[in-house]
């Protein structure tokens, strides 16, 4: 089965820095995609930015950007120029491959994200 | 921009009483989903659902739980007989279609409390 985990329960970022989140996971397919969501205190979960496994390159965003690192099953997420709409809770996310039937999100406990004026 | 609603926000409820939760995914939306996640742990996938018919579910989604899309814009989860366990907030999803480059798309989640 496929697991996700993030390791920092909270960060904390002055504004106008740049902090990266961390997040590993744990798969035997070849062929998924992951996702980063910000869930800001409203609780609306909001896809961030996607990436799939079989790109090389990877993701942007504007600000957002990962760090995909496929051998070492490793998906960083790098926020640059904080702002303070961008405190929330982080979660990353697997999906399998659209061969496989398993369309559900697996998500990962989270990361708390705080912004300092 | 079109949203993914659900009702209520909260919902409280004695233990063995059965609740409806309910989602308006997006209107032209095919795949729908619920999801949980009990205090302080991770998000957890429950159902989806697509052309009236289960299509995965998870082994949390036992007997005591069903979905059902009772008109053209509700989704609605089912708890026949609440346990303490049940307690966590519920988030419905919504997608254009099943790829993984189909967004789903969360509503706001209603919080479950049982007692």
């Known amino acids: 089965a496929q697991t996700v985990t993030q390791s920092q329960p909270e960060m904390s970022v002055q504004e106008a820095e740049t902090v990266t989140l961390s997040c590993t996971y744990d798969?035997?397919?070849?062929?998924?995609?992951l996702f980063w969501y910000k869930q800001p205190p409203s609780r609306q979960m909001i896809l961030v930015i996607r990436?799939?496994?079989?790109?090389?390159q990877n993701a942007t965003e504007n600000r957002f950007s990962v760090n995909f690192q496929k051998a070492a099953k490793s998906f960083s997420l790098k926020i640059s120029d904080s702002q303070l709409g961008d405190a929330a809770m982080y979660f990353c996310?697997?999906?399998?491959?659209?061969?496989?039937?398993?369309?559900?999100?697996?998500f990962g406990k989270g990361t708390k994200l705080s912004v300092k004026p | 921009e079109p949203e993914v609603t659900q009702t209520p926000s909260h919902q409280v409820t004695q233990m063995g009483q059965e609740v409806i939760l309910r989602c308006v995914p997006i209107?032209?939306?095919?795949?729908f989903y619920w999801y949980r996640q009990i205090l302080g742990q991770k998000v957890e996938f429950l159902v989806s659902?697509?052309?009236?018919?289960?299509?995965?579910k998870s082994e949390i989604f036992d007997d005591q739980f069903s979905v059902e899309r009772p008109d053209g814009s509700n989704f609605t989860l089912k708890i026949r007989s609440t346990k303490l366990e049940d307690s966590a907030m519920y988030f419905c999803?919504?997608?254009?279609?099943?790829?993984?480059?189909?967004?789903?798309?969360f509503g706001p989640g209603t919080r479950l409390t049982v007692l």
């Open positions: 999803a919504s997608s254009l279609g099943y790829a993984g480059t189909d967004t789903q798309y």
């Open positions: 798969t035997s397919e070849s062929d998924y995609y």
């Open positions: 990436q799939e496994a079989y790109k090389q």
């Open positions: 996310a697997y999906r399998s491959g659209d061969g496989g039937s398993q369309g559900n999100l697996i």
């Open positions: 209107s032209n939306h095919l795949y």
């Open positions: 659902f697509y052309n009236n018919e289960i299509s995965e």
